[in-house]
């Protein structure tokens, strides 16, 4: 293959992937449309409710591992087309959670979601950045991550108010009603998902066949299944940047994804905005919209300024706002918890770059230890609900702020190369075949 087929196929497969990074984004944004609304509908607490972001996060904990052997027995390609059948089945699946409706069924669908989500985050990350220049590789996710950024901007100020559109009854109204009204009502409430749902299943399935008949580099060679097969996950620990940015990734995720999750219930308290349920969704789209800002920004930044030190600086503006939405109400404490996404915007595809610098065949093994850690999103959100329901919600912001100052840490110290990278840990080859 000459130098330029070989560019255009990067192009293209830069293009495609893109393309899915978006669709994950909006597909996880949704689920801080649906916490509001399932609390609603099932007359939850917090606590309860975040079960949403632990059942959704804990799939990829549990099926990171498994992701990584099918990236490596088929390649990025084939497991980027096998991840977007699983999510487009999860997303079936809500049309029969709504139908009964189940809270169970809607966490069996949210995990089978997810698992789809996860495959697709392991072999994709890595993917676009081994494809091109390894220089330009933080550059280059933080542009497809942009696009994430896009469909978590876009999918909850579209689909949102389509959620949240019918009036929710307070449990008064609800205490009122006999028994068959109530069910009635939860049913009715619950099956406001079921078109958006299937029409992403049926989004995602022709975007499966799509990448399946487009002639993109399968980078089956990049990946851990040939004579590096026998590198164990305790080798790739060993590296310290790798294992300090396996805990960034947690608190990050976690960081991120519980801020969004209280976003809708926050900024429609009292104190903090006073807003509709329906109105504050749609609010989404400036935390989202930020991390999309940040990333176009942040690709062009990293161009010039060093990864590292721009992770830590933008942590500690983040800081800061969490100080400032605490000790503020109103509009002040309103506007400052949505600007966190802008400076949210370069930390996951920094972090996971700087992870997995030098590590050529181990590259696969670390993206699955660095899309595990994103079970952070299961675990912190649970533990905000627990002190969202103890000390309030705008106190209980104190957490992601600890996690923001450990990501600060990893940006100026956890991050740096150790001595000992071993030769075998150069470069990978990204020239794969095509298919």
Known sequence: MSQQQRDLSHAAAIAVVSLIFFTWGGLTSLNDVLIPHL?????MNYFQTMLIQMTFF????????PSGAVVARVGYKSSIVIGLVVAAVGAAM?????????????????FVLASGITLLQVAANPYISLIGDPAGAPSRLNLAQALNSLGT????????????????????????MSATEQAAYRAQQAQSVQVPYLALAGGLLVLAVFVLLMRIPSLREATDHGDDAHHTFGEVLRFPHVRWGVLAIFVYVGAEV??????INYISGPDTGGLTEATASKYLAVYWGGAMVGRFIGAALLQVVDARRLLALFAGVAILL??????SANAVAMWSVLAIGLFNSIMFPTIFTVAIERLGPMTSK?????????VGGAVIPLLQGWLADHIGIQHAFVLPLLCYAYIAWYGLRGSRLAGDLPAAAGTARVAGPMH
């Not at 670390?366 to 994103?374: D, H, K, Q, V």
């Open 39 to 43: 609390k609603a509908v099932f007359q």
């Open 258 to 263: 519980s801020i969004g999750s209280f976003l």
């Open 322 to 327: 969490l100080v400032t939405t605490m000790s």
């Open 94 to 110: 809500f049309y029969p959670a709504a139908r009964l409706p189940s809270y169970p069924l809607f966490l069996s669908a949210l």
């Open 58 to 65: 804990g799939a990829y904990f549990l099926m990171s591992l």
């Open 366 to 374: 670390a993206s699955s230890l660095l899309i595990m850690a994103i």
């Open 153 to 176: 901007t876009l999918f909850p100020s579209l689909i949102g108010p389509m959620i949240l559109a019918a009036a929710v009854l307070g449990a008064d109204q609800l205490a009122a």
